[in-house]
């Protein structure tokens, strides 16, 4: 662990380092800490995994240890999985703590609970979320399933998306991105981003072509990658398109590996499905100018 330096350093609490948004952050130039949420041998799409779950007292343990080493400053803090309600109220009481110590602290919440109608959390973390996490978060990053589960909002339009994340915002979060959505008739995926900050709403949308595979890690990639550019560039809207473009080259380049060791006709495992992020160093450095979104 390091974090010493209060600029630029994260603040991360996810599930373990093989977790894909850990490469990004550390090649797009933040000192982090991380600590972890689950500690498996492999993520949860193959056959079996094994490993620990870490509760609330481990966390605070953690937490202590940052703070008597006097590193517990950061100018970002970024949750993804959090797999218990106890851990998340300690999550929760650990972003106040370190707003106080840093008031210009940036808190990204991915807050990871499901996909494509089904929870893979406990459903008592959806309450935390809404009264407890929502409030002190300037940027979330749900995917549909998590924004309608968020806002009680069925998403089926560019409007319901637009509604939805305008109760985000109400909620506490300035910022506010749905890394997907589906509801456009032509089978398109729809990234759209919201922000109020500096007292002016601005909306954007990416909308891209669904490629016939389920990958694994891409939310953590995503929320990572969009956390950074924001950092950097300041302006969602090349944040939201460089995010979408190092996303979009990572899966195809995955994708094509992973038929080619799969060879005609078969199934790509989990293990030849894992994302090519090493090989993706460029397109995660400086994405390819491939994507426009547009102002709505
Ligand atoms: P995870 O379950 O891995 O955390 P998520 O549901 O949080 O994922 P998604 O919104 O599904 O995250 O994916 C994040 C990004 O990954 C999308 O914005 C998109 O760019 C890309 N992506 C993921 N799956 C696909 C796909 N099948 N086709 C095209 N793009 C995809
Ligand atoms: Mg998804
Ligand atoms: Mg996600």
């Not at 970024?78 to 650990?94: D, N, P, R």
């Not at 707003?99 to 959390?121: A, I, Q, R, T, W």
Request: aromatic share 8%.
């Amino acid at each position: 662990m390091s974090g010493t330096k209060v600029q630029r350093s994260l603040c991360s609490i996810d599930r373990n380092s093989s977790a894909p948004g850990a490469y990004p952050k550390t090649v797009l130039g933040f000192d982090v800490s991380t600590i972890n949420s689950v500690q498996f041998s492999n993520h949860t799409g193959y056959k079996c995994f094994k490993g620990q779950v870490l509760n609330s007292d481990d966390l605070a343990c953690l937490y202590d240890g940052l703070q008597e080493n006097g590193i517990s400053s950061f100018s970002h803090i970024l949750t993804g999985y959090i797999g218990s309600q106890s851990f998340l109220e300690k999550v929760a009481e650990i972003v106040v703590d370190l707003k106080k110590k840093n008031p210009s602290l940036v808190y990204v919440c991915d807050p990871v609970m499901g996909d494509n109608g089904e929870m893979y959390v406990p459903a008592e973390l959806l309450p935390v979320y809404i009264d407890k996490i929502l409030p002190i978060a300037d940027i979330v990053t749900p995917n549909q399933f998590e924004v309608e589960k968020l806002t009680g909002i069925k998403i089926t339009s560019e409007e319901d998306a637009i509604e939805a994340m305008k109760i985000l915002h109400s909620r506490g979060p300035k910022t506010v991105v749905i890394s997907s959505s589906e509801f456009s008739s032509d089978g398109s995926i729809t990234s759209l981003a919201s922000t109020v900050a500096n007292g002016k709403k601005e909306v954007y949308k990416v909308q891209f072509q669904k490629l016939n595979a389920v990958f694994v890690g891409t939310g953590d990639l995503f929320a990572a990658c969009l956390l950074a550019w924001l950092e950097k560039d300041k302006d969602l809207k090349l944040a939201l398109e460089k995010t979408i473009a190092t996303l979009q080259s990572v899966i195809k380049r995955t994708f094509e590996k992973a038929k080619a060791l799969a060879g005609e006709g078969n199934r790509p495992t989990p293990a030849q499905m894992e994302l090519q992020l090493v090989q993706s160093k460029t397109d995660i450095e400086a994405p390819p100018n491939s994507y426009n979104a547009v102002v709505l």
